[in-house]
């Protein structure tokens, strides 16, 4: 089977435990307003790899990894379920730990085939209410949030990713309105505050397209602390 990747990061250390390799695919189905990767949207011919090959290129990382493990990310990984399976059989040989980085945007019995090989979600949530996810994101609150109630039924560990964009998502109440939303849930172990940044920009001018949050400020690290604190 063949995929569509984007790129392979080989000593990823900010997504999931230890030292990782991070496999980004292609497709998404968001276009959320404060996007990193506008260059993973689109699924091109020239990125398709088969499944046996991308595997092996990640298991010669084996000896930097072994301890770490493996991110499927993007784009939407979840657009790519089948053929992240079959990855992820083959990783499992390796005994390699495997977490799935996605915005809990597609449920469907492909997905659910590849959470049963995946030890751990990184679930971005990325707004706290359906009419914010709709505006800033394209998607749905409610789909992410039965995602989320998957992996609590089957006890698949959760980090909980969000990130803070000033004048969006940046108040106190805005906080604490998560906390109060992610309380119930058992399967999550940790909740990261990720800062609005805007590195991306010359990405985005780069494909000619329009950056909806140019004029926006990046978050401050004092502010972060300060909301993460309410967590």
């Not at 030292?19 to 990193?36: D, I, K, N, Q, S």
């Not at 399967?187 to 800062?195: D, G, N, S, V």
Request: proline share 4%.
């Amino acid at each position: 089977m063949k995929g569509y990747v984007h790129s392979l990061q080989s000593m990823g250390t900010v997504d999931g435990p230890g030292v990782r390799a991070v496999l980004f695919t292609e497709g998404c189905p968001l276009r959320c307003a404060y996007c990193h990767n506008p260059d993973t949207w689109e699924m091109k011919e020239e990125s398709l790899i088969s499944a046996e090959e991308i595997a092996g290129k990640i298991i010669r990382l084996y000896p930097y990894i072994k301890n770490g493990g493996v991110t499927f990310s993007g784009g939407e990984p979840c657009m790519q379920s089948e053929f992240l399976y079959e990855v992820a059989l083959k990783l499992k040989e390796k005994k390699l730990h495997i977490a799935l980085d996605t915005s809990g945007c597609i449920l469907d019995d492909s997905t659910k085939k590849l959470l049963s090989v995946t030890d751990m979600v990184l679930l971005d949530v990325k707004m706290t209410s359906e009419e914010d996810y709709k505006k800033h994101t394209g998607g749905s609150f409610t789909e992410t949030m039965s995602f989320l109630s998957y992996l609590d039924e089957k006890g698949i560990e959760v980090r909980i990713r969000h990130v803070v964009v000033p004048g969006i998502n940046d108040s106190e109440e805005d906080i604490i309105k998560l906390k109060e939303i992610l309380s119930p849930y058992s399967c999550i172990t940790k909740t990261e505050l990720l800062p609005f940044r805007t590195l991306c920009l010359e990405k985005y001018e780069n494909m000619g397209i329009d950056f909806p949050l140019r004029d926006t400020p990046q978050l401050g690290s004092e502010r972060l602390k300060e909301l993460q604190s309410l967590l």
